[in-house]
């Protein structure tokens, strides 16, 4: 089974700030990597799949990066209804799927 | 609007079976295929099952694997989740979520795009 471990745990920023959240996966797992968001009380939210394609209706703030083993999710300027918890989540030969630990991302 | 129901959840005694139901609407239901994942209390996401959207194909993960089952009625737009031999460990919040692939992409994905908004188990005695 692929694990993926994201860093850092917690992240502290403030509004307006650049975020970078990342994700490294125990072996390839080619672009086969999705972020989700989830924020309290709410279902998760598909942010980017294929490690970089924006889903529908999500804002261009958010953009995905890397292949292989390391990834990474940015948030250009962050806004107030971006503190949340970040997953990212692999597919490669799936199934199984698994998911990373989560990233909380608070206001500072 | 893509809409993603689901419900019976509840309390039920370690040993028991219970089944969840996931009501879709918005969307061409049997074109794509659906997704169980849950989420214990204060943890992370855990995939427990796929369907594919013709019924052909179901796996699980090996924590779930030989208890519960995965189906579907496609003349009635629902997903189902049948659990058996329920555990302590079972106790989360079960979403059902639409694959982001369908008949007329790629093939089911492994992408979950929507997701319901959870149904609560809770295995106690």
């Known amino acids: 089974e692929i694990v993926l471990t994201q860093s850092p745990a917690t992240l502290s920023l403030s509004p307006g700030e650049r975020a970078t959240l990342s994700c490294r996966a125990s072996?390839?797992?080619?672009?086969?990597l999705a972020w989700y968001q989830q924020k309290p009380g709410q279902a998760p939210r598909l942010l980017i799949y294929d490690a970089s394609n924006r889903a529908t209706g999500i804002p261009a703030r958010f953009s995905g990066s890397g292949s292989g083993t390391d990834f990474t999710l940015t948030i250009s300027s962050l806004e107030p209804e971006d503190f949340a918890v970040y997953y990212c989540q692999q597919r490669s030969n799936w199934p199984p799927v698994t998911f990373g630990q989560g990233t909380r991302l608070e206001i500072k | 609007q893509v809409q993603l129901v689901e419900s019976g959840g509840g309390v039920v005694q370690p040993g028991r079976s219970l089944r969840l139901s996931c009501a879709a609407s918005?969307?061409?239901?049997?074109?794509?295929?659906m997704h169980w994942v849950r989420q214990a209390p204060g943890k992370g996401l855990e995939w427990v099952a796929v369907i594919w959207y013709d019924g052909s194909n179901k796996y699980y993960p090996d924590s779930v694997k030989g208890r519960f089952t995965i189906s579907r009625d496609n003349s009635k737009n629902t997903l189902y989740l049948q659990m058996n031999s329920l555990r302590a460990d079972d106790t989360a919040v079960y979403y059902c979520a639409r694959d982001l692939g369908g008949v007329a992409a790629a093939g089911t994905l492994g992408w979950f795009d929507p997701w319901g908004q959870g149904t609560l188990v809770t295995v106690s005695s």
């Open positions: 072996q390839s797992v080619s672009s086969y």
């Open positions: 918005g969307f061409s239901f049997s074109s794509h295929g």
